[in-house]
C-alpha cells in the first residue's frame, strides 16, 4: 500500500508535471511569448509552484527521516524520493499515517 506522504508528493509531482506541458503546448502552438522561445505561461507556473514544490519536498525528506537539505544533493535526492518513509514517529514529527 501507497504511504499518504509517498502518494501526495506522487500527485502533487504528475500535476506539476501534466499542467506543465499543457503550457508548453499553449505557449508554443500560439507563440504566446516569442522573446522568450514560447515559455511565457511555463515560466509564470514555475515561479508559483516553486515554494510549494520546496514544502512538498522538504516534507517528503522529513517522512523518510531526513533533512530537507538533502533533497539538494542531484542523484541521492531521487533515491530517496522513492524511499519507503519511516513507520512510526521521528525527529521531524508523527507518522502521516497515524494522524488520519
Not at 530517496?80 to 521521528?90: A, I, P, R, S
Amino acid at each position: 500500500m501507497v504511504e499518504l506522504e509517498e502518494k501526495s508528493f506522487g500527485i502533487f509531482n504528475l500535476f506539476n508535471f501534466i499542467i506543465c506541458c499543457i503550457l508548453g503546448f499553449i505557449d508554443g502552438y500560439f507563440g504566446i511569448s516569442p522573446e522568450s522561445k514560447g515559455r511565457g505561461l511555463g515560466n509564470i507556473y514555475s515561479l508559483a509552484v516553486l515554494i510549494p514544490s520546496i514544502a512538498v519536498s522538504a516534507r517528503r525528506m522529513h517522512d523518510i527521516g531526513k533533512s530537507g537539505w538533502f533533497m539538494l544533493i542531484p542523484i541521492y535526492n531521487i533515491i530517496l524520493f522513492v524511499t519507503e518513509g519511516v513507520k512510526g514517529d521521528n525527529q521531524y514529527g508523527s507518522d502521516p499515517i497515524t494522524d488520519v
